[in-house]
């Protein structure tokens, strides 16, 4: 399948642990990264869009395949789906040298934050994501 | 279910985000922190087990139940599962004020760290984690 | 000198980089720890103090000593003074085996978070901080 | 004067906190970021120059003068000097819409990690760094 979107970046020195390779947790600010800059080229703020709605996270998920090292060049690839009008899904594969070494996904919802109550997406920001047929 | 090890802390100012919540990834740092201090306590160190033998991530999940926030004192309840002889599953519920606010688990693979190859964990090791009957 | 407050814990592995050691902006995740656990103690919220007052930092500076690495136990001790009723100084002595391994401080200057304006901190605050003679 | 290279990148979620500004330690990052994107530039690996040489940091320091918010481009502006064969120095200037907003500079001591001692950095590294007259 071909992705929405992909952002690739060098594996820094902060990302990387003891044992040589990126932290686990580390490829979760490779995803986040993904998601910012491909709504940011969508035209909205990404996950405070605007005064009243923001995108939390429900779920987070990644599976490790291979490992990635100092100065490796990843690129992250994002597919993004409509779960239902409140809730977002992102799912990632990070390639690197063209082989993938982690997949995962990553579900947001939606909230009015005045009331920090589940609510609708803007239908803007709906119709900038999901693409028409 | 029991716990087989619980570590409480307080959301510290860099857990946040812009949302004033903890960051999503950050409850991949409470998980770490329990299963690091849980394999201390045992007599061991994690991840790397000694020379030869480490453990890596094959799979990281977490579940958001309700958000916290700067100053709250959460409480990381950690279990603990033999999948097999080379891989180590860690379940957690963190919660605060007695309410679970996340849910997740941690897949580790032993691997012999010479030849970056699966391998079984130390007998010991196994032996410290996993209660007998 | 004396220390105000030390505050121990462990070197975790997303403490670590890839040279084996405790990254150097790491350090300062123990210094904020070091802050947020003091002024605890001493009764107040920290870095935001109540509704309106907040301490945004001004400056801050490590010098490197000797490398940590990971399950390292290190104390970090640290002295607070007052600059101005505006500004607050906080020194840091990072020891492990009792041996400094970094040496630090970080200013803070009070905000009205309203205006985002210079402010002079809660009268309680500064006198649960600086000790009487 | 001129900057021997600049980075621009956005603030990401996860370097604000709940103040809603990028947290202190989080400039660090963006520092690192110039400075292994500058050196990768000049040729080279960093802070791991080769499989003997590691530049390891002697001094951190940042003044905050304006903050920073989620989504803002920043650009870092870095120097380089050579304070001796042994030990670099990078002044960084971070700019936001034209503005300073915050000024630093990080000291490195390069040794050999294979006896952990200060040793001279390559010639072939100082020579990529350092402008001749």
Not at 26 to 32: H, I, L, S, W
Not at 33 to 38: C, G, I, K, L
Not at 87 to 95: N, P, V
Request: glycine share 4%; hydrophobic share 40%.
């Amino acid at each position: 399948m071909e992705a929405d979107y992909s952002f690739s970046e060098d594996v820094k020195i902060y990302d990387t642990d003891a044992q040589g390779i990126v932290h686990y947790s580390g490829y979760y600010r490779f995803f986040t990264d993904a998601m910012q800059e491909f709504i940011k080229w969508k035209g909205h703020s990404f996950p405070i869009i605007d005064q009243n709605k923001w995108m939390v996270v429900l779920e987070s998920n990644a599976k490790y395949i291979k490992s990635a090292r100092l100065g490796d060049t990843l690129k992250t690839s994002l597919n993004v789906s409509l779960v239902s009008k409140k809730i977002l899904r992102f799912d990632f594969d990070i390639t690197c040298k063209d082989e993938t070494i982690c997949k995962g996904y990553i579900l947001h919802i939606c909230i009015d934050k005045n009331v920090w109550k589940s609510a609708e997406m803007p239908q803007d920001f709906i119709d900038s994501l999901i693409k028409k047929v």
